[in-house]
């Protein structure tokens, strides 16, 4: 793909016409056009304005190289964590009764005994683990999220 055609396609992803697009760059209709069709190049500083606009490096404008550029996906990356942790900690969390119960029944049938009320369960050794993960999960999702 020619620098011609990327300028093309990131004015119409962006929904830009070529007029809005001069607007922008205080430069005429013409030379937009001049450069979609390849017969001119902008120079550095509408390059680095595009840059700005479309939120790409410049060197994707001229080389095709890296679309993203690396905060952007930085925080992508970091908030998609944040969620998942999030996430996985409230699963988790509405998920602890449910394991409680099932250890109370197996420690019944191990022990002959087990508490009446199977929440207890949460402060034992594996429940703990269990229910510290969740709340974990939880804390360091809002965390993450937060700290965008």
């Known amino acids: 793909m020619t620098m011609a055609e990327r300028l093309q396609r990131l004015r119409k992803e962006h929904h830009f016409s070529q007029e809005q697009l001069a607007e922008r760059l205080q430069v005429s209709r013409q030379a937009v056009s001049k450069w979609e069709n390849g017969q001119t190049a902008p120079d550095l ?16 404008i001229l ?3 890296e679309r993203v550029p690396k905060e952007k996906e930085q925080k992508r990356r970091k908030r998609k964590s944040g969620i998942l ?5 409230v699963i988790l969390t509405l ?25 207890y369960y949460l402060t034992e050794l594996p429940m703990l683990g269990v229910t510290v993960l969740a709340v974990a999960g939880i804390v360091i999702g809002i965390w993450l999220l937060k700290k965008e």
Request: with cysteine; hydrophobic share 45%.
């Open 45 to 60: 500083d509408n390059i680095i304005a595009m840059s700005n606009l479309y939120e790409v490096t410049t060197d994707y």
């Open 63 to 65: 080389i095709g190289k």
């Open 85 to 89: 942790c999030l996430a996985a900690g």
């Open 95 to 119: 998920l602890l009764p449910l394991f409680a119960k099932l250890y109370q029944g197996w420690m019944f049938a191990t022990e002959g005994s087990s508490y009446t009320n199977s929440l």
